[in-house]
Nanobody, 124 residues
Framework: EVRYVESGGGLVQAGGSLRLSCAASGFTSDDYVIGWFRQAPGKEREGVSCISSSDGSTYYADSVKGRFTISSDNAKNTVYLQMNSLKPEDTAHYYC?????????????????WGQGTQVTVSS
């Protein structure tokens, strides 16, 4: 069974940076897509970014383009989310998950095997 452990969240001032990590285990395939999602209190879960293990292609939500960078270290089975120029509206619980429905991009309904997440709080 695929499992994820997210880490790296914390409290940061607006304009600051954080790097989130998503350590994965239990993959049975070398071809997969991992996505980062976030959910703020009272809001629906939204996709932030995803990366493909096969070709390294990435996709970003418009709200984070130019500020966030997703990357992976296949040897460590870890996906990272470098978050720069953070804004108070980036405050949320951040999760990673595996795409289980092809071409889901950032639709959380197409993902499964959610981790417990890590909290990111950006103060103004």
């Amino acid at each position: 069974e695929v499992r994820y452990v997210e880490s790296g969240g914390g409290l940061v001032q607006a304009g600051g940076s954080l790097r989130l990590s998503c350590a994965a285990s239990g993959f049975t395939s070398d071809d997969y897509v991992i996505g980062w999602f976030r959910q703020a209190p009272g809001k629906e879960r939204e996709g932030v970014s995803c990366i493909s293990s096969s070709d390294g292609s990435t996709y970003y939500a418009d709200s984070v383009k130019g500020r966030f960078t997703i990357s992976s270290d296949n040897a460590k089975n870890t996906v990272y989310l470098q978050m720069n120029s953070l804004k108070p509206e980036d405050t949320a619980h951040y999760y990673c998950a595996t795409q289980v429905v092809d071409d889901s991009l950032l639709n959380p309904l197409g993902y499964d095997y959610w981790g417990q997440g890590t909290q990111v709080t950006v103060s103004s």
